[in-house]
């Protein structure tokens, strides 16, 4: 099973960028046999799927998130990063990093989380 | 709002059994056997208790069990204890412009 650890700044001003890594061990970036994906949940709220890659660059959005959001993968440091753009309050979440199964969309694997406040 | 539908609650004495449901449509829960649930302790990061309806990960106790009939897919807990207290959310694959979608949660207080 994978290790997932996100990383990022906890603090992102509105209309900014919020920029977080996942940093993956145990398994390889370019594994066939996972998604590499983001969920959120803002305090107090329930769970959002954000998005999710593949090792491949193929990529699957959340269309609530309309073009704000990107996934990128990063096979030479082992890491997967989320970019969202032009945040506001309601981006204001608890981000967790995790492996989506390819198929069933199943997750098994979550990082820790990390929580992420937009606010000036 | 979410996409599948969960009861925001639900309750139980110890040893008893029970049953959260989450409805879907014809586009997610009715015509793909991909649900997924999710059990979350405060502060603590979701856990996969069962996938693709009925499966259990190694691992998970044998208490817990999944099914689905039409748009609905449920979740049993048996032999109901403490430690079982935790908010539960399904997940589904979907055919639409958003693949993957979550319910929107059930507390579930042990008595």
């Known amino acids: 099973q994978p290790q997932l650890q996100e990383s990022g700044p906890g603090l992102v001003k509105p209309s900014e960028t919020l920029s977080l890594t996942c940093s993956v061990s145990?398994?390889?970036?370019?594994?066939?046999?996972?998604?590499w994906g983001w969920v959120r949940q803002p305090p107090g709220k329930g769970l959002e799927w954000i998005g999710s890659?593949?090792?491949?660059?193929?990529?699957y959005y959340n269309s609530s998130l309309k073009g704000r959001v990107t996934i990128l993968v990063d096979t030479s440091k082992n890491q997967f990063s989320l970019r969202l753009t032009s945040v506001t309050a309601a981006d204001t979440a608890v981000y967790y990093c995790?492996?989506?199964?390819?198929?069933?969309?199943?997750?098994?694997?979550w990082g820790q989380g990390t929580l992420v406040t937009v606010s000036s | 709002q979410s996409a599948l539908t969960q009861p925001a609650s639900v309750s139980g004495s110890p040893g008893q059994s029970i049953t959260i449901s989450c409805t879907g449509t014809?586009?997610?829960?009715?015509?793909?056997?991909?649900v997924s649930w999710y059990q979350q302790h405060p502060g603590k990061a979701p856990k996969l208790m069962i996938y693709?309806?009925?499966n259990r990960p190694s691992g998970v106790s044998d208490r817990f069990s999944g099914s689905k009939s039409g748009n609905t897919a449920s979740l049993t807990i048996s032999g109901l204890q403490a430690e079982d207290e935790a908010d539960y959310y399904c997940s589904s694959y979907r055919i639409t412009s958003t693949p993957v979608a979550f319910g929107g949660g059930t507390k579930l207080t042990v008595l």
């Open positions: 890659v593949y090792y491949s660059g193929t990529t």
């Open positions: 995790a492996t989506p199964d390819p198929y069933s969309s199943a997750i098994d694997s």
């Open positions: 693709d309806v009925s």
């Open positions: 145990g398994a390889s970036i370019s594994s066939s046999s996972y998604y």
């Open positions: 014809s586009s997610d829960v009715g015509n793909y056997n991909y």
